[in-house]
């Protein structure tokens, strides 16, 4: 099942949102329009089942920061609603699901509490959590044993907990990713949100299943002929540990390894002198060989560093990574663009713009599928554009058709 539509209420900019989603989903929209911010929350809504709320919402906050201005007295509402794809539905189909909960925050300290939350399935909304303030969801409680199977919500509960496996959040920096790295536990199979850690990850599927590594490593070599091998190697790298109280991390030494690259020349290339492209394709070739890739994959910018045409085998990769019937597969990926290029690889459905209403900026932000565009069908049916172009081109009023509206024509 996939993520096919997202609700967020009171959550920084975005007052009251909500908008469907697709199994690969594009969100655009100029600079401070809310699109970090909805994949902050749809992140915080996945880890809501595994963490105390406190730790679900992340990043440096206390008090209210995280509250839409002027509305204190509100809680934060998230929510999502899960559909079959066309795979599942051929195995059987089931009835779509709608899982969401509220939460308030203090005015000072870092907390937050549940207003209870709630499951709905064939319309009918029935609440998951009994009377009380609580930490943590129910769903987290019933993850950590804390609900009893006894329970009448078991059922729902055990449902939910399936659909919200964490999901992963990333904004790649390739000065990051390509630093040697220690092993940490806390990391198995991952990076952190910048990509650092990159080597572990690689050492991790490598120690996991080497034919996986193989595999990944031949693919690369595919895209990057100039190297013949991509290997891991023994040296002095970088720990990084993280202070939950300054929400900081800070930067130590120890043994590690480091990513290499052999040519075909019989030149060997440290990782931190390979090119933001190469290493930013290595990134994302690792998530697609991870043995179990996360329900929700959220990227932020992909087109950061990549040449235009590598950026191309990019966003085809991702595609694969979720419509793919067989090997590594991804329930769903939802990234974040400013680039008409990556754009134009995607159809209106699979596509929604975030912005401020220009008469009342103040007013959070707004989410208007493409789909929804009036125009959107005829202006593609010709042929003559490609949805980046249309989108460069004609501008938010003119592809809505609110033009001749606000001149009072």
């Not at 949102?17 to 969100?27: D, G, M, Q, W």
Request: aromatic share 10%; net charge negative; charged share 20%.
């Amino acid at each position: 099942m996939y993520m096919s539509r997202f609700g967020v209420k009171n959550y920084k900019c975005l007052a009251d949102v909500e908008f469907p989603l697709t199994p690969i989903h594009v969100l655009i929209g100029p600079n401070d329009a809310g699109k970090t911010s909805a994949l902050e929350a749809m992140a915080a809504l996945h880890a809501s089942s595994q963490v105390p709320l406190p730790q679900a919402f992340s990043g440096p906050w206390t008090g209210q920061e995280l509250v839409f201005a002027g509305r204190s007295s509100e809680p934060v509402e998230l929510w999502g609603q899960w559909e079959e794809d066309a795979s599942d539905i051929s195995q059987g189909s089931a009835t779509a699901v709608r899982y969401g909960f509220a939460t308030s925050f203090p005015l000072q300290g870092r907390g937050c509490t549940t207003q209870g939350d709630w499951i709905e399935v064939e319309g009918t909304p029935k609440p998951l959590s009994g009377p009380g303030r609580w930490d943590r969801t129910a769903v987290c409680q019933w993850n950590h044993g804390q609900i009893p199977p006894t329970d009448p919500a078991a059922a729902h509960l055990a449902r939910v907990s399936k659909l919200l496996r964490p999901a992963r959040r990333y904004a790649f920096d390739p000065k990051f990713m390509a630093l040697p790295a220690v092993i940490d536990p806390q990391r198995k199979f991952r990076m952190d949100a910048d990509g650092f850690g990159l080597p572990t990850l690689l050492l991790d599927i490598l120690s996991h299943d080497p034919n996986r590594f193989l595999a990944l490593r031949s693919r690369f070599c595919e895209f990057f002929p100039q190297f013949r091998s991509v290997r891991l190697q023994t040296e002095n790298a970088m720990v990084r540990q993280y202070d939950p109280g300054s929400e900081t991390h800070t930067m130590g030494r120890g043994v590690g390894h480091g990513i290499y690259f052999d040519t075909t020349s019989g030149q060997t290339i440290r990782a931190q002198h390979a090119s933001d492209g190469v290493i930013l394709f290595l990134g994302f070739l690792a998530i697609a060989h991870l043995p179990e890739p996360p329900n929700l994959l959220l990227i932020e910018e992909p087109e950061n560093g990549i040449y235009p045409k590598r950026l191309d085998q990019v966003i085809r990769l991702l595609k694969q990574l979720v419509r793919q019937p067989e090997g590594p597969r991804f329930p769903q990926i939802v990234f974040t663009t400013h680039s008409p290029f990556v754009l134009s690889f995607f159809e209106p459905e699979e596509a929604t713009f975030l912005t401020r209403d220009p008469e009342n900026p103040e007013a959070g932000v707004r989410a208007r599928p493409l789909r929804d565009a009036p125009q959107i069908r005829e202006l593609l049916g010709g042929g003559e554009f490609y949805l980046g172009e249309l989108w460069y081109n004609y501008g938010e009023e003119e592809l809505f058709g609110e033009s001749a509206a606000r001149r009072g024509d």
